[in-house]
Protein backbone atom coordinates (compact mmCIF):
# COMPACT_ATOMS: atom_id res chain seq x y z
CA UNK A 1 0.00 0.00 0.00
CA UNK A 2 1.25 3.47 -1.03
CA UNK A 3 0.97 5.72 2.97
CA UNK A 4 2.14 8.93 0.65
CA UNK A 5 -1.90 10.21 -0.11
CA UNK A 6 -2.93 9.46 3.48
CA UNK A 7 0.54 11.50 4.35
CA UNK A 8 -0.21 14.26 2.01
CA UNK A 9 -4.15 14.86 2.99
CA UNK A 10 -2.82 15.00 6.96
CA UNK A 11 0.17 17.62 5.71
CA UNK A 12 -2.37 19.71 3.79
CA UNK A 13 -4.67 19.31 7.24
CA UNK A 14 -1.55 21.12 8.98
CA UNK A 15 -0.32 17.95 10.34
CA UNK A 16 3.87 17.80 11.14
CA UNK A 17 5.66 15.22 9.36
CA UNK A 18 8.78 14.15 9.99
CA UNK A 19 10.63 11.50 7.77
CA UNK A 20 11.71 7.91 9.05
CA UNK A 21 14.78 7.98 10.97
CA UNK A 22 16.20 4.22 9.58
CA UNK A 23 13.85 2.40 7.30
CA UNK A 24 16.38 -0.44 7.31
CA UNK A 25 16.25 -1.60 11.12
CA UNK A 26 13.74 -4.28 11.57
CA UNK A 27 9.96 -3.98 12.75
CA UNK A 28 10.25 -5.06 16.47
CA UNK A 29 8.53 -8.60 16.88
CA UNK A 30 5.41 -7.50 19.05
CA UNK A 31 4.55 -5.45 15.66
CA UNK A 32 4.51 -8.85 13.76
CA UNK A 33 1.40 -9.95 14.88
CA UNK A 34 -0.64 -7.60 12.75
CA UNK A 35 -0.54 -6.68 9.26
CA UNK A 36 2.01 -5.66 7.33
CA UNK A 37 0.47 -2.75 6.21
CA UNK A 38 0.89 -1.91 9.75
CA UNK A 39 4.30 -2.61 9.85
CA UNK A 40 5.10 -0.40 6.86
CA UNK A 41 3.15 2.34 8.53
CA UNK A 42 5.14 2.72 11.21
CA UNK A 43 7.98 3.21 9.17
CA UNK A 44 7.20 5.56 6.54
CA UNK A 45 7.73 8.88 9.30
CA UNK A 46 9.19 9.16 12.26
CA UNK A 47 6.68 11.62 13.48
CA UNK A 48 3.04 12.23 12.29
CA UNK A 49 0.96 14.79 14.61
CA UNK A 50 -1.64 17.20 14.30
CA UNK A 51 -0.90 21.23 14.79
CA UNK A 52 -1.35 21.08 18.27
CA UNK A 53 0.70 17.94 19.17
CA UNK A 54 -2.02 16.40 20.67
CA UNK A 55 -2.68 13.41 18.36
CA UNK A 56 -0.24 11.11 16.87
CA UNK A 57 0.50 8.07 14.72
CA UNK A 58 3.15 6.09 16.82
CA UNK A 59 5.98 5.14 14.84
CA UNK A 60 8.08 2.64 14.93
CA UNK A 61 10.77 4.14 17.12
CA UNK A 62 7.49 4.68 19.78
CA UNK A 63 7.56 0.49 19.42
CA UNK A 64 11.13 0.51 19.59
CA UNK A 65 11.00 2.75 22.81
CA UNK A 66 13.45 5.17 21.11
CA UNK A 67 11.26 8.31 20.39
CA UNK A 68 11.52 11.59 22.56
CA UNK A 69 7.80 11.36 22.98
CA UNK A 70 6.20 12.07 26.73
CA UNK A 71 3.64 8.92 26.40
CA UNK A 72 4.97 5.78 25.86
CA UNK A 73 3.13 3.61 22.95
CA UNK A 74 1.79 1.39 25.20
CA UNK A 75 0.34 4.65 28.05
CA UNK A 76 -3.14 3.89 28.23
CA UNK A 77 -2.14 0.36 29.24
CA UNK A 78 0.18 1.43 31.97
CA UNK A 79 -2.79 3.65 33.34
CA UNK A 80 -5.12 0.64 32.88
CA UNK A 81 -2.79 -1.74 35.04
CA UNK A 82 -1.96 0.92 37.62
CA UNK A 83 -6.19 1.09 37.95
CA UNK A 84 -6.57 -2.83 38.47
CA UNK A 85 -7.32 -3.44 41.96
CA UNK A 86 -7.29 -7.37 42.13
CA UNK A 87 -5.03 -9.66 40.23
CA UNK A 88 -8.21 -10.63 38.26
CA UNK A 89 -8.52 -7.52 36.62
CA UNK A 90 -5.05 -6.86 36.40
CA UNK A 91 -5.14 -10.57 34.21
CA UNK A 92 -8.17 -8.83 32.26
CA UNK A 93 -6.16 -5.64 31.32
CA UNK A 94 -3.45 -7.84 30.05
CA UNK A 95 -5.17 -9.77 28.24
CA UNK A 96 -7.30 -6.95 26.30
CA UNK A 97 -4.30 -5.13 25.53
CA UNK A 98 -2.40 -8.32 24.38
CA UNK A 99 -5.08 -8.29 21.24
CA UNK A 100 -4.99 -4.48 20.43
CA UNK A 101 -2.10 -2.57 19.06
CA UNK A 102 -2.61 1.39 19.75
CA UNK A 103 -1.98 3.38 16.30
CA UNK A 104 -2.80 6.59 17.84
CA UNK A 105 -2.81 8.65 20.42
CA UNK A 106 -4.87 11.73 21.30
CA UNK A 107 -4.08 13.74 24.85
CA UNK A 108 -5.79 16.62 23.47
CA UNK A 109 -8.86 16.11 25.85
CA UNK A 110 -9.99 12.95 27.47
CA UNK A 111 -7.72 10.22 26.41
CA UNK A 112 -8.32 8.46 23.56
CA UNK A 113 -6.79 5.94 20.86
CA UNK A 114 -7.10 4.10 17.39
CA UNK A 115 -5.65 0.42 17.98
CA UNK A 116 -5.54 -2.98 16.21
CA UNK A 117 -7.57 -5.30 17.12
CA UNK A 118 -6.10 -8.90 17.07
CA UNK A 119 -8.77 -9.15 13.92
CA UNK A 120 -7.38 -6.42 11.50
CA UNK A 121 -10.21 -4.23 12.72
CA UNK A 122 -9.72 -0.59 14.02
CA UNK A 123 -11.45 -0.07 17.16
CA UNK A 124 -11.40 3.91 19.73
CA UNK A 125 -11.23 3.37 22.71
CA UNK A 126 -11.15 6.25 25.46
CA UNK A 127 -10.93 6.91 29.28
CA UNK A 128 -12.04 6.16 31.93
CA UNK A 129 -12.44 2.85 30.64
CA UNK A 130 -10.02 2.10 27.86
CA UNK A 131 -10.94 -1.39 27.54
CA UNK A 132 -14.21 -0.44 25.94
CA UNK A 133 -13.88 -0.07 22.28
CA UNK A 134 -16.14 0.63 19.21
CA UNK A 135 -15.18 -0.41 16.01
CA UNK A 136 -14.33 2.18 13.60
CA UNK A 137 -13.11 0.59 10.42
CA UNK A 138 -13.00 -2.89 8.57
CA UNK A 139 -9.18 -2.83 8.94
CA UNK A 140 -6.15 -0.51 8.86
CA UNK A 141 -5.94 0.51 4.56
CA UNK A 142 -9.89 1.26 5.07
CA UNK A 143 -8.93 3.61 7.89
CA UNK A 144 -5.75 5.19 5.39
CA UNK A 145 -8.02 5.38 2.67
CA UNK A 146 -10.87 7.05 4.69
CA UNK A 147 -8.46 9.38 6.06
CA UNK A 148 -7.58 10.49 2.13
CA UNK A 149 -11.04 10.78 0.78
CA UNK A 150 -12.66 14.65 0.14
CA UNK A 151 -14.27 15.18 3.37
CA UNK A 152 -12.17 13.24 5.34
CA UNK A 153 -13.51 11.13 7.87
CA UNK A 154 -17.11 9.64 8.10
CA UNK A 155 -16.76 7.64 11.35
CA UNK A 156 -17.97 10.17 14.03
CA UNK A 157 -15.51 9.17 16.22
CA UNK A 158 -12.73 9.01 13.82
CA UNK A 159 -13.91 12.62 12.52
CA UNK A 160 -13.64 13.83 15.97
CA UNK A 161 -9.99 12.81 16.05
CA UNK A 162 -9.38 14.64 12.78
CA UNK A 163 -11.70 17.47 12.49
CA UNK A 164 -9.06 19.58 10.22
CA UNK A 165 -9.74 16.91 7.65
CA UNK A 166 -13.57 17.70 7.17
CA UNK A 167 -14.14 19.91 4.59
CA UNK A 168 -16.45 23.07 5.59
CA UNK A 169 -19.57 23.66 3.70
CA UNK A 170 -18.29 27.18 3.04
CA UNK A 171 -15.42 25.89 1.14
Do not use: C
Not at 5 to 28: C, H, K, M, N, Y
Not at 50 to 58: G, H, M, Q, R, Y
Amino acid sequence: MDFTTTISALRRAGWAFEPPLDEQRPVPRSLLAFPAAFGAWTVAFSRLANAEDTVWFLSVEDYRGTADAAFAWNEFEKLSLDAAVDPEQTAAVAAFWAGHLPVLLSVGGDYEYLAIRSDGRIVHGGEPEFEETSVVADDFEALLTELAEPGGPRHPLVRALFPELAVSPEA
